[in-house]
């Protein structure tokens, strides 16, 4: 029994500061513009500060819930981001949430997957249908992927890549020898259901794939009655979708709008020139909203922005047309609040990782043009991080050793940020 009334306080007082505050956060999953209810969806709450990275599947109503501790330490907030990979794009959605001891819960976060899309009726058909990524050139990597359309979920695949070479994955990973057109063939059985899908595949010399900005809408019309839509049929192409599969969008039985943006520093500090490079067909564009991602937004069709602190922030463009289309972009921009031009200037010679598909060990090769704090991050395609390395180089040539011991394989980005400019990687973990 403790019968000193000092230690009886500072036990107290030692107790309370010491406690761990348990923070929650709920939130909906959504689909198509009806926003219909998204169940057994995978969900990711990050909380890259404190190390948390946890993960929830959605319910019948398309409902998730995270919970935590954390022993606060002062009034500052915790930030953490909500996310998801929206299937229709391939993109990542993402919300971002702040927790205070004070204010520990968090709800009504929303994410909506294929906002533009009206969802169509359950597939009734038996089609089978793929499209294809090019990870990497020498070897010439391609990630395939079956988004066949059947009533029944499929049982069962049946690859055969044009070269001698097949697969029982849904989504395998094949490499080429070299670079060219191959006839690419996927068979499906779902059920008593069988179907057969051939599409001649362009493996490129040269990846990553460049195309024009010219504006000539792509509209890709997959099994389920989905309309995907690219700004032109290059990017459509690089998206994996062969020219047997896309066509030019001519607003026929409805308007097509694509959101585009370009941001660009005017050279002051912090500040950022957004122009709006949207395409809308059948209808004209009558409505902008920016959200710039520090709170503040803009309803004019080009602003520019001040943001007081630099760093990485998702900047979105949402637009709405006269015949009803409405569509929303969200992309990464880089804001420098330096005021000098030659401060500002390229952080990179060159980067590179190796090997690419790696095993357990990634390294990365840095030329730096000069010297300053370079953070790494490791995310795999839900947009999780995985990894997170900071390093104080000086300018030159650099080695970085990353450990993939424990990292699942598949699909990773890995980034790499300076103080100017953030550079991204793909990585194939074997």
Not at 12 to 37: D, I, Q
Not at 71 to 89: L, S
Request: aromatic residues 12%; contains cysteine.
């Amino acid at each position: 029994m403790m019968k000193n009334p000092a230690l009886l306080f500072l036990f107290v007082l030692y107790s309370m500061a010491s406690s761990a505050t348990e923070c929650t956060l709920s939130g909906h999953m959504r689909f198509g513009t009806g926003e219909e209810p998204l169940a057994s969806y995978v969900v990711g709450l990050s909380i890259f500060s404190e190390g948390i990275f946890l993960e929830d599947t959605t319910d019948e109503n398309g409902a998730f819930f995270f919970s935590f501790e954390h022993e606060f330490d002062g009034p500052a907030p915790i930030f953490g981001v909500v996310t998801a990979t929206d299937f229709c794009t391939g993109e990542v959605l993402a919300a971002t949430a702040a927790f205070l001891e004070s204010f520990p819960d968090t709800e009504g976060v929303a994410l909506v997957a294929c906002s533009d899309v009206d969802p169509p009726n359950p597939p009734l058909n038996c089609q089978a249908y793929f499209h294809f990524e090019q990870m990497e050139s020498e070897p010439y990597l391609l990630q395939f992927y079956d988004i066949s359309s059947t009533a029944a979920p499929v049982q069962s695949w049946s690859w055969d890549f044009g070269d001698g070479s097949t697969s029982t994955q849904a989504d395998p990973l094949h490499e080429y020898s070299a670079p060219g057109s191959y006839e690419v063939s996927l068979a499906v059985v779902a059920d008593t259901c069988e179907s057969i899908y051939t599409s001649h595949v362009l493996v490129r010399e040269n990846y990553p794939c460049f195309c024009d900005w010219a504006p000539d809408p792509a509209c890709v019309t997959l099994p389920g009655g989905q309309v995907l839509t690219f700004r032109n049929g290059c990017e459509a192409e690089c998206a994996g979708y062969t020219p047997d599969q896309h066509e030019t969008c001519d607003g026929t039985g409805g308007v097509v709008c694509y959101p585009d943006f370009a941001a660009v520093p005017t050279g002051e500090p912090g500040q950022v020139r957004f122009t709006d490079r949207s395409v809308a067909v059948g209808a004209e564009i009558t409505e902008w909203f920016w959200d710039f991602g520090d709170g503040a937004s803009s309803t004019e069709q080009n602003p520019v922005h001040n943001f007081s602190e630099a760093g990485m922030l998702d900047v979105g463009l949402r637009i709405v047309t006269n015949g009803g289309c409405a569509g929303a972009l969200y992309q990464p921009v880089f804001v420098n609040v330096v005021s000098s031009t030659e401060e500002a200037a390229e952080e990179f010679a060159t980067i590179r990782a190796f090997p690419n598909p790696a095993s357990s060990q990634l390294t990365l090769s840095l030329n730096l043009v000069r010297s300053g704090r370079y953070n790494v991050v490791l995310h795999n395609a839900a947009g999780q991080a995985l990894r997170q390395l900071s390093y104080g180089l000086p300018a030159g040539e650099h080695q970085l050793e990353i450990g993939l011991e424990d990292i699942p394989s598949g699909l990773l980005f890995l980034q790499v940020q300076g103080e100017n400019t953030v550079k991204t990687l793909r990585i194939i973990r074997k």
